[in-house]
């Protein structure tokens, strides 16, 4: 089954603490990216990947990273969370070429909760 | 930098009633997405307008993309329960930047029986 995966579905950390959300593909697409949803903001681009190794930023990508080693995964990188980064997140991936010429495919959300 | 707007941020409708909700642009825009998500899960891809003035339809869901290419409307008729969720437009930025999609706030969308 075609589908974008990511992993934790939930997650409660402390400030400070690094973690990685993971997101996997396995639909062959070039592009994906990362978006942080908040209540009354919509989807808000974290960053973006347009193929391995190219990774740029989006409109919100301070207190992130991100890497494209494989076609398949793009992880998020957290290295200090702060509460300020509770938030609903969301990786998506389509075919491409870039974002918006062809539909984008969600996975199911990571809600993360930094305390 | 480029605006988009969205309403109405809340709608409530009655079962079996139409509405529309809009979405505005402060820039002419090459294309626009729609998308719809559930409560409590991701956003799922609905449909893609292209050509100024183009309307698409899926059974009860009809897009229109302006004759301007700065707004669009999704109009629901005769809304079902299973409606209910929040929609999205979603467009390119203004400058070139194929990697960007900025997405609206969305409209919130409750159905009573």
């Known amino acids: 089954e075609a589908q974008v995966t990511q992993n934790p579905r939930y997650l409660i950390t402390v400030t400070g603490k690094k973690l990685t959300v993971t997101c996997s593909q396995n639909?062959?697409?070039?592009?994906m990216s990362w978006y942080r949803q908040d209540p009354g903001l919509g989807l808000r681009q974290i960053y973006y990947?347009?193929?391995?190794?190219?990774?740029d930023k989006g409109d919100v990508p301070e207190g992130y990273k991100v890497s494209r080693k494989e076609k398949r995964n793009f992880p998020l990188i957290l290295e200090s969370p702060s509460p300020n980064q509770t938030s609903l997140y969301f990786c998506?991936?389509?075919?491409?070429?870039?974002?918006?010429?062809?539909?984008?495919?969600f996975g199911n959300g990571t809600r993360l909760t930094v305390t | 930098g480029q605006q988009v707007m969205q309403i109405p941020q809340y709608q409530h409708v009655q079962e079996g009633e139409d509405f529309t909700t809009y979405c505005n642009s402060s820039?002419?825009?090459?294309?626009i997405q729609w998308y719809k998500q559930r409560p409590g899960g991701h956003p799922v891809f609905l449909i893609q307008?292209?050509?100024?003035?183009e309307v698409k339809k899926q059974k009860r869901l009809t897009f229109q993309f302006g004759e301007a290419k700065k707004n669009s409307s999704l109009h629901i008729t005769a809304t079902q329960t299973t409606d209910v969720g929040t929609y999205f437009c979603?467009?390119?930025?203004?400058?070139?930047?194929?990697?960007?999609?900025?997405f609206g706030a969305g409209t919130q969308v409750v159905v009573t029986p």
């Open positions: 307008l292209v050509k100024s003035g």
């Open positions: 990947s347009m193929n391995v190794e190219v990774t």
């Open positions: 998506a991936s389509s075919p491409g070429p870039g974002a918006y010429n062809s539909p984008l495919h």
């Open positions: 820039t002419t825009l090459s294309n």
């Open positions: 639909m062959n697409h070039e592009y």
């Open positions: 979603a467009v390119p930025p203004a400058t070139d930047s194929w990697g960007k999609l900025q």
